[in-house]
């Protein structure tokens, strides 16, 4: 095992006042100062139960109650199950398990760098829906005040639902465009279901929360972030589908042998605004993740 060293455990109490901190990679208010997810919500620990039976997701428990976890990523890469399996070896050497996490650790990788292992972050999302069509207007509602910008840094308020004059590059732009993916208006969640529903999505901790529920077949403990100051998390990047099944690759570059995928994330948003929800977690003082893509984010 290459050398791991334990340099700082996060108390959860620390852990949250940091992930209030954490910024939308291209959302911004007004005056153009990027907008943070969690600054209004409130964190909780609940736990993850390993799925029962076949094509079955796994469930949290929340109060009693279970409900379907969701993600907006279906696919797990084995050379990620790798580095967990890695941090996991070194977390029990220390006294702890992944499976287990109520705080933050923060640990030197030699040769990689430093990194923070967290629990896995679940997020309760709730949706406005016509017969099991997502009701895109009322979504786009949801973005009042939110800001995007475009090549030249002029904001567009998405809660219009059509982005004018957007510039692609400084000289290039799209006059008329729909915020939402194409394919929105196409996905189905169910004929009998209208009205707001609630969906549990994993936003940052897939391949732990896979590690533990299928390779050790525990329960993992996750953070669940819910809305506190009486509206809903503004939405995330992508549709949530359910946990399982999934798509198994050895990598992400692996995706490039296999010309249709016939299963992957589908986004919100159109192509050339899809990555402006992910979050950055540097402003925190996080380094958990990074995103894997070159798409230029204003």
Known sequence: MEQITLKKVVPLNELKKMLRKVVFR???DENGKPLKPYQKVKFSLAKVNPPKYICASPKIAINGQTRTLFSPQPTIYQNQLEIVRTVDIFLRK???RISEL????????????????LPPVVEKHTYDFKNGFFDLGKLSKRFKGKFVKDAR????????????N???DEVSKISHLDIFNSNAPLI??????????????????????????EGLRKPVTVLLVEADDGNSLVPYYAFPVPFRPTIR??????????????????HLFNDFISKVLHYDWTPGGLNVSKLRSNKEIY
């Open 26 to 28: 291209g959302l911004y």
């Open 188 to 213: 189905n969640y169910g004929l009998p279901y209208s009205g707001k529903q609630d969906f549990y999505i994993i936003c940052d901790g897939s391949h732990r929360a896979d590690y533990c529920v």
């Open 153 to 164: 840094s002029n904001l567009h308020e998405l809660s219009k639902r059509y982005l004018n």
């Open 249 to 266: 690759l050895s990598s992400k570059l692996a995706e490039k042998m296999h010309l249709k995928l016939e299963r992957d994330k589908i």
């Open 166 to 168: 957007f510039y692609l």
């Open 102 to 117: 109520d705080h933050a650790i923060e640990y030197l990788w030699k040769g990689r760098g430093s990194f923070h292992i």
């Open 94 to 96: 220390n006294g702890f």
